[in-house]
């Protein structure tokens, strides 16, 4: 099982996260809306407006394919996928892991750049909705998914129409939590406590 680091912001914790273990690092992506560069963010108010750390160190120094790039606000940028595409070409990234709600976005800039799609599901109703439109999506390598939204029956589902695909859970901060998954045969366990909890 892999044990991915949850929320890097800066390059500094990106570099604590791959020394303490962690098997990716997963990096909340927005678009600042005044200057059109990329950053890495949480959540709240500073989030929606694009304020963090610039996303571009650590895809200069972060290898490729240790990271789970999760989009965030993505649908109030005409250009986000444009602007997007053309970065992670210009670093050369194309292994790198894609996930977020914005299942559209995600699509276009993975088939832009070779990288891997990862559609997320945070709520019961995104399963019927995703069902619905994968199809004319790019072919998803895996699906990043609320924890307890998981169980056998969404495993098996999930399993039987995308054989290959990893499954993510999110976001799992306790041991009985992670035995529980464990045993459903969930491949990775997004975390704040990464390095505790693989020990």
């Known amino acids: ?9 800066n390059l500094e914790e990106a570099k604590d996260a791959l020394k303490s273990s962690a098997d990716l690092l997963e990096v909340d992506v927005a678009k600042r809306i005044i200057f059109s560069k990329f950053t890495t963010q949480h959540h709240g108010i500073k989030g929606k407006f694009g304020i963090g ?14 990271l789970l790039l999760d989009i965030k606000h993505a649908a109030s940028s005409l250009t ?17 892991r894609i996930c977020g709600l914005d299942w559209e976005i995600i699509s276009k800039v993975c088939e832009k750049t070779g990288c891997l799609a990862f559609y997320t599901i945070k709520e019961v109703k995104d399963i019927k909705k995703l069902e619905k439109i994968l199809p004319k999506l790019a072919s998803p390598a895996g699906f990043s998914i609320r924890h307890n939204l998981i169980d056998e029956e969404l495993i098996r589902n999930l399993r039987s129409d ?3 695909s990893e499954l993510f859970a999110w976001t799992v901060n306790n041991q009985s939590e992670i035995k529980r998954l464990e045993k459903l045969g969930i491949d990775g366990i997004i975390t704040d406590e990464w390095n505790f909890l693989k020990k």
């Open 1 to 9: 099982m892999k044990f991915i680091a949850h929320a890097i912001k």
């Open 53 to 66: 750390e610039n996303l571009e160190p650590l895809l200069s120094v972060v290898p490729q394919d240790k």
């Open 80 to 96: 986000f996928t444009e602007k997007l595409s053309e970065l992670l070409t210009s670093h050369n990234i194309k292994n790198a």
């Open 162 to 164: 995308h054989t290959t």
